[in-house]
DNA sequence: ATGATTTTTTGACTATTGTCAACGTTTTTC
DNA sequence: GAAAAACGTTGACAATAGTCAAAAAATCAT
């Protein structure tokens, strides 16, 4: 099984051989250059990604080409353009590789099939849901609550790998701020 | 069993007789007052709240006693203080009924109960929280995406119980912008 | 019903953040 | 390694939204 998987399922299910083959399957090796969009705004998000070795960033654009980073996926999490995914309706959001990243994928239908043949499973992806699902809570929270100072502080606080590892660009379309204004609050303190 | 039970499981689930039992003695009925608070910012969330009648709401209170509503909860939904509920830490949000309601509450011992006992309710229960993570993510993408009044707009078309339902303050501070702008977006049309 | 409380609206002013433009720097790409 | 592209910073100005205050309207409790 690939060693991305074992650490995914590390801790939390024990697999006959039988299983590992199974999951193992299921979840297709693939690599994406730098810049590389995976899912299309427009088109349907038919996969999930783990990120094994590099960033996935899902993001919207505006009539005007701005853009808004809606989430960023680091090495060992898994992500997608979500409720493209879960509504098979053709995604409002693009999902693109930061830096040449190695990703595993697993489709809908392969999901479902493990669902249906792993036991553990379904409670492992539930609760991987509800960790995310808190996380999506907290920035609405900082969002509806806090000014862009305030905001960035937080950043830096629980996720300092997102103003290390990105452009400032990203984490400014992130925070949902102009470049010029994270630039102002970098440099005033 | 509970009507509200029974919609709930309704085309999803079917349920014997001892199963319906077991679910209903789970879901245990409250009455709340308009404005009571059933979860107190900084003590620990311990129920999911079915809405039967009424609309409950998750607020955040700042130092200077400012609140913003993070999610509103109407009839025949579920919802709590999740981060709190779900991690089991003191919560940074209260959870309030606006109006005077009715409502099932779930433990989270006995949630886990349904989720041994009961086969189909994770999956349901997942089914309901990947739509309510769907939920969250637009939300994110229009608080990072657009300005009050697009907003508003937004919310207008998606949610229109929201401002038909609930007073004008709490409007504001769920769209994260104040009374008084609000009340500004509504006459200029 | 009516007095009290809360909510909503409006105005004047302020603060925050965005936009546009220019310039220097770093990073890619061939 | 040189040209090109992308990125980051700064300044001037504009626009959006917040704050404070006061009055008008609506709602609640008895």
Redesign the pocket.
């Known amino acids: 099984m690939h060693p991305a998987l074992k650490k995914l399922f590390a801790g939390k299910i024990i697999l006959t051989q039988e299983q590992e083959e199974l999951v193992n399957g299921c979840f297709k090796p693939l690599s994406a250059?730098?810049?590389e969009i995976l899912v299309q705004k427009g088109s349907i998000a038919r996969h999930l990604y783990l990120v094994v070795k590099g960033c996935l960033r899902i993001f919207l654009t505006n009539e005007?080409g701005?853009e808004a980073t809606r989430f960023l996926i680091f090495d060992g999490s898994m992500g997608t353009a979500f409720p493209s995914f879960i509504l098979k309706k053709p995604s409002v959001a693009s999902v693109q590789s930061l830096?040449p990243s190695e990703l595993l994928t697993l489709s809908y239908a392969d999901r479902q099939t493990l669902f249906n043949k792993i036991p553990g499973w379904e409670t492992m992806y539930r609760q991987a849901m509800e960790l995310a699902y808190i996380e999506s809570i907290q920035r609405i929270e900082s969002l509806i609550t806090?000014?862009?100072?305030?905001?960035y502080k937080i950043l830096l606080r629980d996720h300092p790998e997102i103003i290390q590892r990105?452009?400032?660009?990203?984490?400014?379309d992130y925070l949902?701020?102009?470049?010029?204004?994270?630039?102002?609050?970098?440099?005033?303190k």
Chains 1, 2 share one sequence.
Do not use: W, Y
């Open positions: 250059r730098r810049n005007d701005s830096g806090m000014d862009a100072r305030a905001r990105l452009p400032s660009r990203i984490v400014a949902g701020i102009s470049q010029e204004t994270l630039s102002r609050l970098k440099s005033k």
